[in-house]
């Protein structure tokens, strides 16, 4: 256990085991696979404070995993809870306007170079669906390039080559999917992620039929090669097509103003999610004012208009949550500080692998990263495949062991984690790499 703090009431040990197993059966008998699709079943979670989270075991967890991102600051941080309890004594939906999806959008403007206006969802899926769905409307052409290895959520369009088992032939898209219509394999391209050179050629092929350009500016874990952003700007922008960054997983992450002012290359859309709905469920897509003008029957008329109507849009308990949580984070020092953790982090973990002499890259940003066994650098989709995966599953498991929660390929770094955090956290590392190492 990491601190021998409890969270909640504490409980009989034997009892908490009992209620956990428990709830693995029901799971299993009511939920397809025991789980809601996201994590293994055996991980049951009860809460969470900072940057810890408790099982319903009674187990102790330094927490990388963050609710899959959106916890950046914390678990339960007070303002984000003070803000939220305030709200739902309020009402909690309301479908029309309300003051802080408003308040929400305006500061997403002002903070992200390429929001001029906003458009709210509920889901990260839901707003990369709509945002290739913009590009389509607003150049009048259907294809959408997106790369081998990146993640845009849930949909038709985006389940194509997101983790292919085996390589294709690129530009043709691999379903990830059952259940996806075969005609829409011929409305995506599919490019290797930091490959200029095949971007630009596809893009002047296909440029008369070609909507937008989609990527995580971060796939994954893997930065962007210098140039790779500037030069897929310069050829959308040469050939007339959308360039959307995915930055459900880099807004208000890498910066504040997302990865697009962390790596100073504008695109002229994004989607945003996780951090700006607090730990609710709330998205957005946003971009130049022209092109949001679509979603606006008035101001690009019936053969233009996108139709867009969601229940939860906008929904006020979740911008609430979203704008104390963007508070926190515009305070002097906060990125400093994130990325200060997550610098200690990424480099003892690289230390501690080369004494082992593990073949191992850590790759990343300081906010977000994981190791990939493999003594080749990883530059793309392909590079992460020939890590040796079963190494890794290993050394998450020894790590949950240890007190570690973490996702299957991502260390998530919360503002939230202390020095203590850390020190646990290289010290199962430490021991976790002898294991694996001595068999
Ligand atoms: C880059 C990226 N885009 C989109 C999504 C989808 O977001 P959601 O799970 O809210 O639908 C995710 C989810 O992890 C993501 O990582």
Same mark, same amino acid.
């Given at each position: 256990m990491p601190s021998g703090e409890k969270g909640g009431d504490a409980m009989d040990p $034997? &009892? *908490?085991?009992e209620v956990e197993r428990g709830l693995i059966e029901k799971a299993k008998r009511v939920l397809p696979g025991g789980t809601f699709g996201n994590f293994p079943s055996e991980v049951v979670i009860r809460e969470g404070r900072g940057g810890r989270v408790w099982d319903e075991g009674g187990r102790e967890y330094v927490d990388f995993l963050l609710g899959s991102g959106p916890m950046l600051i914390g678990h339960a941080h007070p303002e984000v809870t003070a803000a939220v309890q305030e709200r739902i004594a309020q009402g909690t939906t309301f479908f029309a306007n309300n =003051?802080?999806?408003?308040?929400?959008?305006?500061?997403?403007?002002? $903070?992200?170079p390429c929001a001029e206006q906003v458009r709210f969802v509920s889901t990260g899926s839901e707003a990369d669906l709509y945002a290739m769905r913009a !590009?389509?409307?607003f150049r009048r052409r259907d294809k959408i390039l997106k790369f081998e290895g990146g993640f845009h959520g849930m949909s038709d369009y985006s389940l194509m080559s997101l983790a292919p088992k085996r390589p294709g032939n690129f530009p043709q898209p691999i379903p990830d999917s059952a259940g996806i219509p075969r005609s829409l394999r011929d409305e995506i391209l599919v490019a290797p992620f930091n490959d200029l050179e095949v971007v630009a050629s596809l893009v002047r092929e296909h440029k008369d039929e070609l909507a937008g350009v989609i990527l995580e500016p971060f796939q994954r874990i893997i930065p962007p090669a210098p140039g790779f952003l500037e030069g897929l700007r310069k050829i959308t922008a040469d050939h007339?097509?959308?360039l959307i960054f995915d930055e459900v997983v880099t807004g208000f992450?890498?910066?504040?103003?997302? !990865?697009q002012e962390y790596y100073g290359v504008v695109p002229d859309l994004c989607t945003l999610g996780k951090v700006i709905g607090g730990g609710f469920p709330l998205a957005a897509i946003a971009g130049r004012a022209d092109i949001m003008a679509h979603f606006d029957r008035n101001a690009v008329g019936d053969e233009g208009f996108l139709t867009q109507i969601g229940t939860l849009s906008g929904n006020p308990v979740a911008a609430s949550a979203g704008l104390a949580t963007l508070d926190i984070l515009r305070r002097p020092g906060a990125y400093e500080r994130l990325f200060a953790t997550g610098r200690e982090l990424m480099g003892a973990l690289a230390e501690l692998l %080369?004494? %082992?002499g593990l073949a191992a890259q850590v790759v990343? *940003?300081? +906010?977000?990263?994981? /190791? /990939?066994?493999? &003594?080749? +650098? /990883? =530059?793309d989709y392909r590079g992460t495949l020939r890590g040796d995966g079963d190494m890794l599953r290993r050394f998450n498991a020894l790590l949950r062991e240890r007190g570690i929660l973490k996702g299957e390929s991502k260390y998530y770094v919360s503002l939230a984690h202390t020095p203590d955090d850390i020190r646990h956290t290289i010290e199962a590392w430490a021991s976790a790499i002898e294991v694996l190492v001595g068999g």
């Open positions: $034997a &009892s *908490e085991i =003051r802080w999806g408003i308040e929400l959008a305006a500061a997403i403007v002002e $903070a992200v !590009a389509r409307a007339g097509v959308l992450r890498f910066a504040y103003g997302g !990865a %080369k004494r %082992k990343g *940003e300081p +906010p977000l990263f994981d /190791v /990939v066994f493999t &003594s080749e +650098p /990883v =530059r």
